[in-house]
């Protein structure tokens, strides 16, 4: 009898060695190493060249001769959803949503399904960490009962596919891909062998039978998507449900998607009858300003995608009981604040060496764009001088190293929502284009230029 092959495969990275390593030479990372039954290579026959030749059919084509129906995408019903992705689920694309425990993942498909399955598509609805009436309790609290959606407890992928084969439906979801497991690996659910065939396999079904899956995916406590990072590669679209969980706001990202803009987003609200869609967030974040101005706080003006976003960002500077001060940033990239407290300290003069910094952005997004350093920076320097900011004023900019403003992308996008929502007022970075000028000019928003951040420190203040 043959002994049987085993091989150790880092559950982090997809990192293969033939013994146990306490440390993964590839990702760095400690404890990672499971071990996994090494599979026989199965020889797969195909059809000789002389035979294809005979049918007279190679399987390609010229792209010219490539028809494009107009029902190649199908609408959600959900019109945040469908900005998400770029129009609509793709006939045969293969969709990753990832998101935290609890954030809402199985409820927008449910009722994204719902939409999808009443306007005559066929769907399957892979439970593989719930049953069946687990589901079905969901869909009564969110009246998404269909006639055309079918709800499998179903974990293994083979069996899968044979019900795909006996139903033939139009949509596939899977709940989770981490839950569901191939009988040709050895390896339990959920482990990188497993979650790298069982997406190979569905990608591959996806493509054949023209159908489309979405899949849910796990995430990390790092917030990394759980599994290979192979695997977000080999799907079309990677969709990430963001937000805490313990506020009502839901963010859906575009991290990836072959048939649309990328970083594109969509906002959600969460109650007790699932998610509601929120069309105009800049209006909702900035709803619940107070009357009185409040030292610390500045409006700023970013791009998500094609939407641009008004939000408030606030600052808090205080003295600090510590050898070492502290700084938080919530909503910002933490080096991102430190280089900006850096050029506050140097090339404006202000001492934040014994002064504990906190940042925040109001409802819980994330700014990743460097549009907002100039309006982080003034939040900043309001706090610690214990002036306000024009309440009418919205703050764009880019800050470098050596203290100058710099352009930013979508200029006209941004002034355009600051007017639509009833701003006076905006400090933008010098322009240097003709043609944007000219455009920002037709504007009915008040136009401040300023080439640096002490320029644009006495034009931000009210008196």
């Known amino acids: 009898m043959a002994k049987t092959k085993t091989k150790w495969v880092c559950q982090n990275c997809g990192y293969e060695t033939v013994s146990y390593l306490g440390r993964c030479p590839d990702c760095g990372q400690f404890s990672t190493f499971t071990e996994e039954v090494t599979q026989a290579k199965v020889e797969i026959k195909t059809s000789s060249p002389s035979n294809a030749l005979v049918a007279g059919n190679l399987g390609y084509s010229k792209i010219d001769d490539i028809k494009l129906d107009e029902t190649i995408r199908v609408k959600t019903g959900i019109e945040e959803f469908d900005r998400v992705l770029g129009g609509g689920f793709v006939e045969g694309s293969l969709v990753l949503l990832a998101g935290?425990?609890?954030?809402?993942?199985?409820?927008?498909?449910?009722?994204?399904?719902?939409?999808?399955?009443?306007?005559?598509?066929?769907?399957?609805?892979?439970?593989?960490?719930?049953?069946?009436?687990?589901?079905?309790?969901?869909?009564?609290?969110?009246?998404?009962?269909?006639?055309?959606?079918?709800?499998?407890?179903?974990?293994?992928?083979?069996?899968?596919?044979?019900?795909?084969?006996?139903?033939?439906?139009?949509?596939?979801?899977?709940?989770?891909?981490?839950?569901?497991?191939?009988?040709?690996?050895?390896?339990?659910?959920?482990?990188?062998?497993?979650?790298?065939?069982?997406?190979?396999?569905?990608?591959?079904?996806?493509?054949?039978?023209?159908?489309?899956?979405?899949?849910?995916?796990?995430?990390?406590?790092?917030?990394?998507i759980a599994g290979p990072k192979v695997l977000e590669h080999m799907v079309d679209c990677v969709v990430n449900f963001e937000g805490d969980k313990f506020r009502q706001y839901r963010m859906l990202r575009s991290i990836k998607n072959r048939f649309g803009a990328t970083s594109e987003v969509g906002v959600f609200s969460m109650d007790d009858c699932g998610l509601t869609e929120i069309k105009n967030p800049s209006e909702l974040f900035l709803s619940e300003i107070g009357e009185e101005n409040c030292p610390g706080c500045t409006i700023i003006a970013t791009v998500e995608g094609t939407r641009c976003l008004l939000l408030e960002v606030q600052a808090l500077v205080g003295n600090t009981p510590y050898p070492s001060p502290r700084r938080v940033a919530r909503g910002i990239e933490y080096n991102r604040l430190l280089q900006i407290l850096a050029v506050l300290e140097k090339r404006v003069g202000l001492n934040l060496s014994k002064q504990d910094v906190y940042t925040n952005v109001i409802g819980g997004v994330d700014i990743i764009e460097p549009a907002a350093d100039l309006g982080i920076a003034m939040a900043v320097l309001a706090c610690t001088r214990d002036i306000c900011c024009k309440k009418d004023m919205v703050i764009i900019g880019e800050i470098g190293l050596s203290g100058e403003i710099r352009q930013v992308d979508n200029l006209e996008k941004r002034l355009k929502e600051a007017q639509k929502l009833g701003f006076k007022e905006a400090i933008i970075p010098k322009i240097t284009s003709d043609i944007v000028s000219q455009r920002v000019k037709n504007l009915k928003i008040k136009t401040i230029q300023v080439s640096r951040v002490v320029d644009a420190i006495s034009k931000s203040f009210v008196g």
């Open 100 to 224: 935290d425990p609890g954030i809402g993942k199985s409820t927008l498909v449910l009722q994204a399904g719902k939409n999808i399955s009443d306007s005559g598509h066929k769907i399957l609805y892979i439970c593989a960490e719930e049953s069946p009436s687990q589901v079905k309790l969901r869909a009564e609290r969110l009246n998404a009962n269909s006639e055309n959606l079918y709800v499998t407890a179903q974990n293994c992928l083979e069996e899968v596919l044979a019900q795909i084969d006996d139903l033939k439906p139009d949509f596939l979801i899977v709940d989770s891909i981490q839950s569901v497991f191939s009988a040709q690996i050895t390896s339990s659910s959920g482990t990188v062998s497993q979650i790298r065939e069982c997406t190979n396999l569905l990608m591959r079904t996806a493509k054949l039978k023209k159908l489309t899956t979405i899949v849910i995916g796990h995430v990390t406590k790092e917030g990394n």
